[in-house]
Nanobody, 119 residues
Framework: VQLVESGGGLVQAGGSLGLSCAAS????????MGWYRQAPGKQRELVAV???????NYADSVKGRFTISRGDAKNTVYLQMNSLKPEDTAVYYC??????????????WGQGTQVTVSS
C-alpha cells in the first residue's frame, strides 16, 4: 500500500491551496484518513481527519478555513485550504488509519508535501 500526495506549493497569505492523497494497492477498507503537518522545530500535529462514514474533526487552528473530504471510493482524501496564513507553513502528511489490505492491518503515511504561505 502506498499513499501518494499531490498539491501544495507556495501561496500568498489569504490564498488557497488543495491537497490530494490517493491510496494504492489491493485495499479492502480504510478506517479514517487524515492530514497532519509538521513545521520546522515543531512536532507533527493533526490538521483534519475524516472517518469512513464521513465524520470530520479539525484542529482548532484550521476550523472554518480548511475542509477535508473523501472520494467516493473512500481511498482518496482531499484537503481544501482557504484563507491561508503564514503559520500554516509546514510539511503536510497524509495518513490512512487501519488499512485492511493483503499486507494485513496497518497505518500508512504519505511522503509529505510542502505548503509555504508567504506574508
Amino acid at each position: 500500500v502506498q499513499l501518494v500526495e499531490s498539491g501544495g506549493g507556495l501561496v500568498q497569505a489569504g490564498g488557497s491551496l488543495g491537497l490530494s492523497c490517493a491510496a494504492s494497492g489491493i485495499i479492502f477498507s480504510i478506517n479514517a484518513m487524515g492530514w497532519y503537518r509538521q513545521a520546522p522545530g515543531k512536532q507533527r500535529e493533526l490538521v483534519a481527519v475524516i472517518s469512513r462514514t464521513g465524520t470530520t474533526n479539525y484542529a482548532d487552528s484550521v476550523k472554518g478555513r480548511f475542509t477535508i473530504s473523501r472520494g467516493d471510493a473512500k481511498n482518496t482524501v482531499y484537503l481544501q485550504m482557504n484563507s491561508l496564513k503564514p503559520e500554516d507553513t509546514a510539511v503536510y502528511y497524509c495518513n490512512a488509519d487501519r488499512v485492511v489490505s493483503t499486507s494485513g492491518i496497518q497505518d500508512y503515511w504519505g511522503q509529505g508535501t510542502q505548503v509555504t504561505v508567504s506574508s
